[in-house]
């Protein structure tokens, strides 16, 4: 093939990208930059309009949960920056499950900062054996976002970063490796309980998807189930969410602009109980769907 004929090629899939319901996502993301914003004491926001990316500054490294959309690293490098930190001193990275829109930035800060990557582990098995789950395909990158993880989380782990010991369970539904993580954050005077439920949207849980998966049951959606009811009663004052449609993350970053000697917006003790009671009760809706069935 000639280089025009290349050139072509190349044009002509970019223009089909753009018509797509996906092609925005990877076309337009720096559409999708927020200014950084401290939530409570040492954690701050450092992701993007559609996909949460939280800094935790442990006094002793950088603690990053997600690491971004794939193609949107050096929007994450900036906001760091931006929001008064070094990139380079980001010692971890845990991933809340291997999709394409949550690790775009691992590769990036592995190979550059010597970040150490975590995942749960059933995704890190995915990476090896079935790397297709994980969407990169749709990623429009150049295809080395996926990685191999320095440590694979197993249920019950608890690990310490710097001066944040964290709480991981294994809420497996969106995908099998997703992980739920309990940690305290404190700004100094105060100590709040932070809760992370890393992926809950019904992408997965389709028909057409769990048939093509080999789950021609859809056992996968009663996995889901059992997984929030599993960490529903974990006391949590402070929900980060995964995508700020989640805990409408810039609903409450306007109430602190709007009100910025008024009550923490995100600090809430109601509202992780009362998003995983809607997100069962829109799945069992969902399977009580002929269309679903
Ligand atoms: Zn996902």
Redesign the pocket.
Known sequence: MSMKQDYETYTAKRAEMEKTHFGPLWLNQEKRYVHPFKIFGNIWYVGDSWVCVHLIDTGNGLLLIDSGNCGATDMLVQVIWEAGFNPADVKWIIHS?G?L??IGGAVFFKRMFGTQLYLGEPDAIMFRERPWISAIQDAHADGACLFTPDYEIKEGDVLTFGNTTMTFYMVPG??DGCIAIFFDATDGEKTVRCGYYG?F?F??LQKDYLIEIGDPTFETRKTYLNSLKKVRDQKVELFLGNHCINNDTLGRRQQQIDHPDGPNPFLDDQVWGKYLDQKRDELLAFMADPKNN
Request: aromatic share 0%; proline share 0%; hydrophobic share 0%.
């Open positions: 499950h999709h829109d949550h969106h995908t992926g949207g992408n997965t």
